[in-house]
């Protein structure tokens, strides 16, 4: 699959989201859950202790909560791309890692779920660029993926593959020469049912285009899979 997804660099889209913030009371770099200097005393310190642990508390909960919510999502495109649940269950703790760590400057965000698909989807890549340099293949063929059967149902009914034709395979291999949008949509709409207002949220974009990206999903998806079988 075409990937624009980029390793963790400095030019990463989330850069500037994961700069530390400055604290003007503390005079320091300020991340979630880390505890003011030491040094003050009296009730200066009290004041000082009492807000951090106040402000701890809420920001785990808010976290917690953040996660419950979106986490369904980028397990389900973790696992579409990486094709084996521990790989992809270990990429989404190590994204969860990653957004805990700035989640105080993520809250001050538009669009929170954007900032953490694009941790999700770097984390998913990292992943895909480990198993290249090792050497890895990808899991042996199993039971057909509960994916490839509702993208294949979904197909049908908008009669894009009046036959759904092509093994689960050749359904597999055809998704992942799509776009990187084209994919994400196909997986988050007809896997995981989410609506599309959920997915414009994702992807930073409008519900129209949303739409639009499936249909031209499935119109190419229609397209390569004839185009392997009359290769045949």
């Not at 850069?15 to 030491?38: I, K």
């Not at 969860?96 to 779920?113: D, S, V």
Request: with cysteine; net charge positive; aromatic share 6%.
């Amino acid at each position: 699959m075409r990937s624009n997804v980029r390793m963790r660099d400095a030019s990463s889209p989330i850069r500037l989201l994961l700069r530390p913030a400055r604290d003007p009371r503390w005079g320091r770099a300020a991340h979630a859950g880390r505890r003011p200097a030491a040094g003050a005393a009296g009730k200066e310190w009290d004041v000082h202790e009492s807000e951090w642990a106040v402000r701890a508390n809420s920001l785990r909960l808010t976290f917690d909560a953040f996660c419950k919510t979106h986490e369904r999502a980028w397990i389900g495109i973790a696992r579409a791309r990486l094709r084996d649940e521990a790989t992809a269950l270990d990429a989404v703790e190590r994204m969860k890692h990653r957004l805990w760590q700035h989640w105080g400057r993520l809250l001050r965000e538009k669009i929170p779920a954007f900032h953490a698909w694009a941790l999700v989807k770097e984390e998913i890549g990292a992943s895909l660029a480990e198993r290249t340099v090792a050497g890895g293949q990808l899991p042996p063929q199993g039971p057909v993926p509960d994916w490839v059967v509702l993208m294949r149902r979904a197909a049908e009914r908008a009669q894009h593959l009046a036959e759904a034709p092509g093994s689960h395979e050749e359904l597999y291999a055809a998704v992942g020469g799509l776009s990187e949008r084209r994919h994400d949509v196909l997986v988050l709409r007809y896997l995981l049912g989410l609506p599309d207002s959920v997915i414009a949220e994702y992807l930073d974009t409008t519900e129209a285009n949303v739409r639009s990206t499936a249909r031209q999903a499935l119109d190419r998806l229609s397209l390569a899979l004839r185009g392997r079988r009359g290769g045949q």
